[in-house]
């Protein structure tokens, strides 16, 4: 995974605007999302979703596995959360915007 700082919580939070997830479900959606570019680990993905949990921007739920097994851990986007992901937003687009007018494309 090559990212700069936030960008995985970037990542995630667009994810999880569109419905609440469990874990491997999140990390296969990145993986399939970013062509293969962010393939996280187990020791890098529940670290930042704990963090961003802590911080108000999820909340989550423990659920029976629908194949049996342990429960799953569903995380769902707060308001606080989707104030976060807009505040992300806003500074990706003025980051991208910035660099694409530097390289002269798009």
């Not at 994810?15 to 570019?37: F, H, P, Q, V």
């Amino acid at each position: 995974m090559s990212t700069f700082g936030g960008d995985l919580e970037l990542l995630l939070l667009t994810l999880l605007e569109g419905g609440e997830r469990y874990g491997l479900e999140l990390s296969k959606e990145l993986r399939a999302m970013t062509e293969g570019d962010v393939d996280l680990n187990a020791g890098t993905l529940y670290p930042a979703l704990h963090r961003m949990e802590k911080r108000g921007w999820l909340s989550s739920d423990n659920r029976p596995s629908p194949r049996g097994g342990h429960p799953l851990r569903y995380y769902i986007l707060t308001d606080q959360g989707k104030r976060a992901l807009n505040d992300k937003r806003d500074s990706y687009r003025k980051w991208h915007r910035g660099l694409t007018e530097r390289w002269g494309t798009e």
